[in-house]
């Protein structure tokens, strides 16, 4: 049977959502050690067990399980890695299964399914705003049941969720944005540039380096949006976090798993029009273990990518109500540059040969040949972030004015000319504990600028979901930090037409989108800029 | 078939830059060692040069190997060893280096970066050849320092080393600063490697007449460690795979809950 999950506010998620809620309230009364409680699920996406302890989730008698479980069921989540999406996929379908299995006991409907968030939705105001059934405490109106009677604390409700607004949670528009779609490649190019949409090259791999850029935005904007830090708590602090804020405690929050089927849809978008990579290392991945799961009864269940793609057949079995794509995909050659010609000299907007790649192109995964991004400038020092913040990146003379030239005949010759290099920031070792912050990263700002930031020269936002862990030495990822990679053409382009030439300095400017961000601390070991021969 | 499609993705590992360069070298390593085997099972007189052999001498009684001398030949066959070894480790950083630099100092910075690497690798030829030349003159001497170097290998102090080789140091780009920290790097990480590699590689020279052997053994295990994900220092038999989470002790936990929040 084919089961359709709905998104969070449509008329038919509202009983999904009721039995979710007792579905959550089962799982949360199973003990620890059971593999399909809900802490057990939880601590299968991450468990920092001292953290656990001292937010009270677990107790200091708790019985905990086999040193074999934990070792072969814990502490999976892959995170920077091109294993992001099917890991994420193998676990939300095993926490479904379990989740439906405590619906139909109840009494549910034998066809459950996990409602999705979109937060992304432009055309509904309220899309970006955390469903009320999250947000009250006591169970709503209408939910009782003999598990849940009338006056019960809300399953879905969590204390530790703080978001970075005051009450609604909202999530900033800038957070949910969906420019990954419009990327070609699942795996990005050499050095990360430009980033792919699902992810680095990895063998497994718990976090640490580049993001994809699904994983960068909506998702990981999303955690740190949503969980935030206390009020009044230091946001460098992981006690002072919430849930959603860290992998370690992500799971713990019942918003987690609409969130992530969220991001396992908007992957099935780009699917319709784009091609999974064809690596057998990834199909068959990962190396040197499996990705393990409990099924129902508690047994493991190990899958590879190659098992999760196609959601409407066997064994996963589900859909989505809504998989049309909310954003044109932009192909490269084509449309992008047809785009960038139009801004630049003010041509047409679309070429005669859009770039569309042909099917045999899809098919072998070949979008053309690759180039190799040259660095064309970077910073001298480590730059440390904490509130608003102006790094100086020094540029090579010789490579910029070259730059400058062609981007100077393109707003001259428009579309008859060669389309100029790309360019990219790139931020190197981010490392700190303030996994919850949200920053906003500008290009080129004029000195002067402080209130009215203008958008023209956004380059992206920062999310730091994972930094804490990423940053320890003892590690998985030896405290190499985070990397992240924006796209900064257009705003390169734009300081082009106004005449702002780029000289032998680019200003980079890290705002805060919130006040309670203002005050994380992280350091990034290196900011540099790349061009990319398009 | 899993076989085969996981041999069509190491493949492509293999043509992608820089490995096919660091390949070619890893090559010419492995033909001088195999030349130099060769030349020695016919006259004896180069593989006396090894200076280990007593421990294989003592599993293969047969065999024509005898504890040898630290002599410059030695040190050679030390070089050609590192260079048939290394390499391959070295796929990532190499990338790392030459991504990091200006495309018109590329060479010269990556140059620079190998010379710290290679100077490294000298200094240790310089101590360890002589050192197992003497541990070549005692079996017991010899088992000692294999049990050593077993030791070696499940202690924290050595993960200590294999994390920094993971971490990735940040290299500036600019002016005489971007050679002084590409030197500065290939030293460290050259440090690092013979931290890691080197014990493993001295029980390699005293394996004789299987050396070839104990080499390709040892080049597998440390080139599949290195490229295997971080792991916290702690005593541990090596590819023993970690704990998902470390269990806070009842103590340990009695003071978190005092801390809780």
Known sequence: MVRTRCEVRSPEAADALRWYATAVHVMQSRPLADRTSWLFLAAIHGIQPSLWFRFGVIEPDVAAPPAADQRRFWNQCQHQSWYFLPWHRGYLFAFEQICREAVIEAGGPED??????????????????????????????????????????????????????????????????????????????????????????????????????????????????????????????????????????????????????????????????????????????????????????????????????????????????????????????????????????????????????????????????????????????????????????????????????????????????????????????????????????????????????????????????????????????????????????????????????????????????????????????????????? | MRTRRLGRGLAAVVRRPPVPALLFVSMNGWAVMVWSTIGAAASHAEFRALPGAVVASSLHPTSHVHGGAATPVAFVMWVAMVLAMSPLLLAREVDRVRLSSLRRRRGSIVTVWLTGYVVIWLLAGAAVVPFVAWLGTDVRLAWGAVALVALWHCSPLRQRFLNACHRAASLRSFGVAAYRDALRDGFATGGACAAVCGPLMVTVLLAADIHLVAMAAATLALTVERYLPARTPRWRLPFVPARASEWPSARARAGLLRARV
């Open chain 1, 112 to 534: 459950w399914a996990l409602p999705y968030w979109n937060y992304s939705d432009t055309t509904r105001p309220e899309a970006r705003v955390l469903p009320d059934a999250f947000a009250q405490e006591t169970l709503p109106a209408g939910w009782e049941s003999t598990a849940l009677p009338d006056g019960s604390p809300n399953p879905l409700w969590v204390e530790r969720r703080y978001g970075k607004t005051d009450p609604p949670i909202t999530i900033g528009e800038q957070f949910v944005t969906l420019e990954a779609l419009q990327l070609d490649d699942f795996v990005g190019g050499t050095n990360d540039i430009p980033p792919g949409f699902g992810g680095p090259v990895t063998v497994f791999h718990t976090g640490g380096g580049p993001n994809g850029s699904l994983e960068r935005q909506p998702h990981n904007g999303v955690h740190g949006q949503i969980g935030g830090s206390r009020p009044g708590g230091n946001v460098n602090d992981p006690a002072d976090q919430g849930f959603m804020s860290m992998p370690s405690t992500a799971g713990l929050d019942p918003i987690f798993w609409l969130h992530h089927a969220n991001i396992d849809r908007l992957w099935t978008v780009w699917r319709r029009t784009h091609t999974d990579p064809a690596d057998p290392r990834w199909l068959d991945g990962p190396i040197p273990r499996t990705f393990t799961m409990p099924a129902v009864d508690g047994q493991e269940w190990t899958f590879t990518p190659s098992l999760v793609l196609d959601t409407a057949s066997s064994p996963l079995d589900y859909i989505y109500d809504d998989q049309a794509a909310p954003v044109e995909p932009v192909f490269p050659v084509g449309a992008r540059r047809a785009e960038r010609f139009a801004l630049l000299s003010g041509g047409p907007a679309r070429s005669a040969d859009d770039g569309t790649p042909s099917a045999e192109e899809r098919e072998g995964g070949v979008m053309g040949a690759e180039h190799a991004p040259e660095l064309i400038g970077a910073s001298d020092s480590a730059v440390r972030v904490n509130g608003e913040t102006r790094a100086g990146v020094r540029l090579d003379e010789p490579r910029v004015r070259s730059l400058t030239q062609r981007l100077g005949r393109a707003m001259a010759l428009g579309p008859v000319s060669e389309e100029p290099p790309r360019v990219f920031l790139k931020l190197e070792g981010i490392r700190g504990t303030s996994d919850a912050a949200n920053y906003l990263v500008y290009i080129g700002l004029p000195t002067d600028a402080t209130e009215e930031l203008d958008p023209d020269h956004l380059a992206g936002t920062l999310s730091l979901f994972g930094v804490g862990r990423a940053s320890d030495p003892e590690g998985p990822n030896a405290g190499g930090g985070l990397n992240e990679v924006l796209e900064i053409t257009r705003v390169v382009d734009a300081l082009q037409v106004s005449g702002n030439d780029l000289a032998n300095a680019l200003d980079v400017r890290f705002v805060p989108a919130s006040e309670r961000d203002a005050d994380a601390d992280f350091s990034i070991s290196s900011v540099r800029v790349f061009m990319l021969e398009p």
